[in-house]
């Protein structure tokens, strides 16, 4: 089937795919595949072995992509450590076509060119596409290579029989795209729960400014949003943070920074449309200054100083009742210092959440700014899970684990008060 009827799976779509390619005749096929990938959503950067560009020319790949191309380890301009970068950025392997000598060289964990050196530097499954003359694809040496990759845990789509570049027919032709495209989707369902998702974290207390040098905020240190949005990333989704805080986030992550509760909400509304799936970790303040000082308020201009404090919407029960959040899974916390799941059932139903996260502000040895935290996450179907004292990072996998398979199934609970928008924009599996 030509390349351009075959359609991209929905796995692959915005992943960030690293194309590996290897010296062989099918190399010129890969030019099609980055280009329906790159139409299709996905992030394709390509590396080749100098053989590789022989057949064919780095540029090509630059169009098709409109990434730059590594073909060696000391790529002029690149990264300091090209294949570091690319084994960190991408979310699957494509080797393709992978050579005789490639694979022998993967199987002995070589790396002195930059498609080895990207496959051993690689965090996320390999999908290898061999192709190459049918003598050679018969030889036991290959044969125990190929099964060494397998038992390594790399998927390997074998190669096709038909009419070979050397004039022989034989096995050892490429795989047919289909083939390639559906083996990479395979790979990334079995890895990444969540790929095809697009999920929403907010993180950090906000900050509500008195004058232009001072602000009403709180002990909420970003750590959770941050942990939450890494995992959800290394998951698979594509992930938008909406923070006040900053710490190092997953690579994958598009981090939009805030200050306000107006501006996180302001931020919200705008990547809600199209979301699956909303994490609001950020503690959001309940009361800013009615009136914000233009200009720095003087010690000497005032003896007793008295704030008005205005409220501050809820934001999550807000974007609930609006058309681009009504369809988006929502999930809460709660900080609580006593009753933890009476109160947090009665906000999860107050702001019409489908799943909250309570944990115990009182305790000092988790929650606000440590690396650990404890609590309890309930749902709207009744299910209550306790996550015992774990790091951030582990808790954020252990409410995704939780989280992910309810997507599709969320039953709808409006926020109470009711609101414009709610009715209409319900969401299915179906027109997700
Ligand atoms: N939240 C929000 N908008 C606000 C305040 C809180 O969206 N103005 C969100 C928080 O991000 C969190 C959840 O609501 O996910 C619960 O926050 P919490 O501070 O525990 O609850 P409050 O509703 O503020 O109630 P209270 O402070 O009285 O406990």
Request: without cysteine; glycine residues 10%.
């Amino acid at each position: 089937m030509p390349l351009d009827l075959t359609p991209v799976p929905h796995e692959l779509r915005g992943l960030r795919i690293a194309l590996l390619v290897a010296g062989g005749i099918a190399a010129y096929k890969l030019v099609d595949l980055a280009s329906a990938l790159t139409q299709a959503g996905s992030q394709v950067r390509v590396a080749m072995t100098p053989s590789a560009t022989r057949f064919v020319g780095a540029p090509s790949f630059r169009g098709v992509t409109g990434n730059p191309v590594l073909t060696g380890l000391w790529a002029p301009g690149g990264a300091p450590e090209p294949h570091v970068f690319l084994g960190d950025w991408a979310q699957l392997v494509l080797l393709a076509p992978a050579t005789a000598n490639v694979i022998g060289r993967i199987a002995n964990g070589q790396s002195d060119d930059i498609v080895t050196a990207t496959v051993l530097a690689s965090r996320s499954p390999v999908v290898v596409a061999p192709a190459m003359n049918d003598a050679m694809w018969s030889k036991q040496a290959v044969r125990d290579n190929i099964a060494t990759l397998r038992e390594r845990g790399m998927t390997v789509v074998e190669p096709e029989s038909g009419h070979l570049a050397s004039g022989h027919v034989g096995a050892g032709r490429l795989a047919a795209s289909a083939q390639l495209l559906e083996a990479m989707a395979s790979a990334v369902r079995s890895r990444y729960d969540l790929a095809g998702r697009r999920v929403v974290v907010t993180a950090g207390g906000t900050r509500e400014p008195i004058d232009p040098v001072r602000f009403i905020s709180n002990y909420s240190s970003g750590k959770m949003g941050f942990a939450i949005a890494s995992a959800a990333a290394e998951r698979g989704a594509r992930v938008v943070l909406v923070t006040t805080a900053s710490h190092p986030a997953h690579n994958g992550v598009d981090v939009r920074p805030v200050e306000t509760a107006d501006e996180m909400l302001a931020e919200l509304r705008a990547q809600l449309e199209g979301a699956d799936l909303l994490v609001m970790a950020a503690a959001v303040a309940d009361f800013r200054p009615a009136k914000v000082s233009g200009s720095k308020i003087r010690r000497e201009e005032t003896s007793h100083l008295t704030l008005d404090l205005e409220p501050i919407p809820d934001l999550l029960a807000t974007v609930g009742r609006e058309k681009g959040g009504a369809g988006v899974f929502r999930v809460g916390f709660a900080a609580e210092g006593s009753d933890l799941d009476a109160k947090a059932l009665e906000k999860m139903k107050k702001k019409g959440l489908q799943a909250i996260v309570a944990n115990d502000i009182s305790r000092k040895d988790v929650g606000f700014g440590s690396d650990h935290n404890e609590g309890v996450i309930l749902f709207a179907d009744g299910t209550r899970q306790e996550i015992e004292r774990m790091t951030k990072r582990a808790m954020a996998d252990r409410i995704l684990d939780l989280v992910g398979p309810r997507l599709d199934l969320r039953g709808d609970v409006p926020p109470q008060g009711g609101g414009p928008g709610e009715a209409s924009s319900r969401r299915t599996p179906l027109n997700r």
